[in-house]
């Protein structure tokens, strides 16, 4: 429908978790090349040389400029922006009325009445419309992915992790580069190209022994800048990394991905959903996975639950401060791995490949195992529920398959042996990349700590 509003389609389904769980949603699309030589020695190259990602096509960008954009972001996101200004950045993230999250992205400062906001689209589209609903003196430019839009991007943007990151950069800007903390900016050359740079990283353990750096330009620079890393990355190792593997890097470190965006029950957003399209990020939002409810609510999550409680900060009055500090105190699920044992994953490989169809498992895609926007499958402990397991997937590194999960404190502990249930109710939902199955049970170990490094 032309014009639909995300409220007019909503209303079209009973509940909004069905048009979430049951609606007909394509597979996961990979924005760029699969593989450059083969997923396996690119994810080993993060752990042992270095890998280099192009991340200039999956990505939105979105670049707010004016006198208001420090206000417009402190009373929008959870992050205190007492220090904020050119060079700096943040894992950006808004909440909704209720305290739940709505998204998160990378928030870039470029000038001090300058930002872009990186990522998925949640977090740009709130922060827009707080925008022109607040009256903030602020200018808002969108720099779509390449998925959704025939204009060419603004800028290029590449990721170098590994322990040879820094030896390829040195060698590609012809000198030291300059000191950065981890979610530091800085500015430098490669092959004479003007760079930003941001340290962080998206691939095994964090640590400047396996060092990370997104680097971006403007697009007419982008051929340059990467035949100078290229060239650069002859003499250390580097592999260029597609994206099955930059898809499946992030479970190694500890990325959680998105939030179900926590706006499609409250009647306070009603008049937000009637100013999202019906086509946009939030309709098209899928969920996936063996835990089952009537009440989307139940798969909301606050900070807390998505590990990101050191970035949430009551030094400013922001949407949602009120509900966060109403439960600050209460009992919060807490980030960890899941082992998945190896046999169980076999057999349920088996099941869904060579048993009669609609009697075998769920399949297991590798090294992604990804079939929705998000995943929640339900984790077990003596048969009773005591969290979510969100990304899966397989890595080299690990030598296995896992997840990432968000558990109560109790079964956050090294060594504890759990359940994952793999596969969704009553043979399957109705999204497009779910064949008829039975659910299967995958034991599974608990570790706080990253499995690789």
Not at 73 to 95: E, P
Not at 214 to 238: K, N, S, Y
Not at 397 to 422: C, I, P, Y
Request: proline share 4%.
């Amino acid at each position: 429908m032309a014009h639909e509003s995300l409220q007019a389609r909503l209303e079209r389904y009973d509940k909004p978790v069905d048009m979430l769980r049951n609606g007909p949603h394509k597979l996961f699309s990979l924005a760029y090349a699969r593989q450059h030589s083969n997923w396996r020695d690119e994810q080993a190259a993060w752990m042992q040389t270095a890998v280099l990602f192009d991340q200039s096509n999956h990505m939105n960008e979105t670049y707010i400029k004016g006198p208001d954009v420090v206000r417009l972001l402190s009373d929008t996101g959870i992050n205190s922006f007492a220090k904020f200004g050119r060079n700096k950045a943040k894992q950006f993230m808004v909440c909704g009325y209720d305290g739940n999250l709505i998204g998160t992205c990378v928030l870039f400062g470029l000038e001090d009445d300058e930002v872009s906001l990186v990522g998925p689209s949640a977090c740009a589209n709130w922060v827009q419309y707080q925008a022109e609903i607040g009256g903030y003196d602020v200018e808002i430019i969108w720099d779509r992915r390449t998925a959704d839009s025939d204009a060419p991007r603004r800028t290029y943007r590449y990721e170098i992790e590994g322990p040879l990151a820094k030896n390829i950069l040195e060698k590609a800007h012809g000198g030291p580069l300059p000191e950065m903390k981890f979610f530091g900016m800085s500015e430098f050359t490669l092959g004479g190209a003007p760079v930003r740079a941001l340290k962080h990283t998206m691939a095994g353990a964090p640590g400047d022994d396996n060092m990370g750096l997104e680097i971006w330009g403007p697009v007419e620079d982008a051929q340059r800048c990467l035949e100078a890393l290229l060239t650069a990355g002859e003499e250390f190792g580097l592999v260029r990394g597609g994206a099955l593997a930059y898809y499946s890097s992030g479970i190694e470190s500890g990325y959680l991905s998105q939030p179900v965006p926590a706006i499609y029950t409250d009647e306070r957003m009603k008049a937000y959903r009637e100013w999202l399209p019906g086509d946009g990020y939030e309709a098209k939002f899928s969920i996936g996975g063996s835990f089952a409810s009537d009440d989307l609510e139940d798969y909301y999550r606050t900070p807390w639950d998505m590990d990101y409680g050191h970035i949430l900060k009551f030094d400013h009055d922001f949407i949602g401060r009120e509900a966060l500090e109403a439960v600050k105190d209460e009992p919060h699920s807490r980030k960890v791995w899941l082992r998945w044992n190896d046999d169980d994953v076999t057999r349920v490989i088996r099941s869904s490949l060579f048993d009669p169809r609609g009697t075998g498992a769920k399949f297991i895609d590798y090294p992604l195992s990804r079939y929705a926007r998000v995943q929640f499958d339900q984790v077990l402990a003596h048969d009773e529920l005591v969290g979510i397991s969100t990304l899966c997937g397989y890595t080299v590194n690990v030598g296995g398959f896992f997840s990432l999960a968000m558990v109560d404190q109790e079964t956050a502990v090294d060594g504890k042996e759990v359940t994952v249930v793999w596969g969704e109710e009553n043979g399957g939902t109705g999204k497009l990349g779910v064949e008829q199955h039975v659910q299967f049970e995958i034991r599974a170990t608990v570790s706080t700590k990253t499995l690789v490094g």
